[in-house]
């Protein structure tokens, strides 16, 4: 999990090299068998990052995630 998070740091970048396998090898990062990445593990790798930058592009809202302008009755937020 603490390899996977210092990963997905390596790979939220614009300029992402093409051969991202050969990027994380020489960044150190194998997978649990030693080896360079899978295309699959690269993949997923490559979900979890995207996932990610949407989360830190969300802009939360401080009422439980009711807008007021969306939303002015309120109901959802009496509650």
Known sequence: MIQERAIIQHLI???LPSDVSKYLSS?????SNGMPFTQAQINSLLHSARQETQRR???YEETCG?????NPCG???DY
């Open 13 to 15: 970048q614009d300029d």
């Open 27 to 31: 960044l150190g990062f194998r997978n």
């Open 57 to 59: 592009q969300w802009k």
């Open 66 to 70: 009711i807008n007021r302008e969306k």
């Open 75 to 77: 109901d959802a937020s």
